[in-house]
């Protein structure tokens, strides 16, 4: 078992958990017998990541992330799904969004807001019956 490799930090192999399982449903013989579905587990707590990285990880997703991949019929191809979506939802955890920066409508959206509102409106009032003024 490899590194991850998770943005500019690696996850030894020791930190990561797999578990092999039988992957269930169609398949016959094939899935009932053979343990092809991969289970990888992260525990984020033990990990050996900066402590401002770990933190972020911990308020993001909890003290532990476990992915598992069970797409093909090679173990092998599955517990390489299974890396590379545990190295997404890792990255994705660590991404820091932008803050929003406050902006105002213009005067002009502003006036053609209130044109287009008073349009339809009219428009509305065109399709009533007459009344008894009219």
Known sequence: MDELVVGDWTIPAAELEERFETSGGPGGQHANRNETTVRLRFDITASSLPEAVRSRLLARMGPSVEVIAGDHRSQSRNRETARDRLVERLEA???VPKPRKKTRASRSSKTKRVEKKKA?????KN???PTLDD
Not at 120 to 124: A, D, I, P, Y
Request: without cysteine; glycine residues 10%.
């Open 120 to 124: 339809r409106g009219q428009v509305k």
């Open 93 to 95: 955890a660590l991404v």
């Open 127 to 129: 399709r009533r019956p």
